[in-house]
């Protein structure tokens, strides 16, 4: 009944990384052509930067630790 149990949970990690792979790369893969340019580069970068700190600053507010 269980024959090959554990061969078969040990594959579920692979198919995730693969998945998320996938997902990586069809996500990032059209905004290729936009980082070859120096200026969409930096806006890019600065959009990317911008919604991090953004984030980090509405969590921190939510979650009531200290405030810079």
Known sequence: MFD???DNVF???RYFITVLLGVFLNTFEPLMPLLKRPITLIAILGLFVSSLVFITFTLRAMLGLSTI
Request: net charge positive; charged share 15%.
């Open 4 to 6: 090959g149990f554990w």
């Open 11 to 13: 594959r579920y990690p």
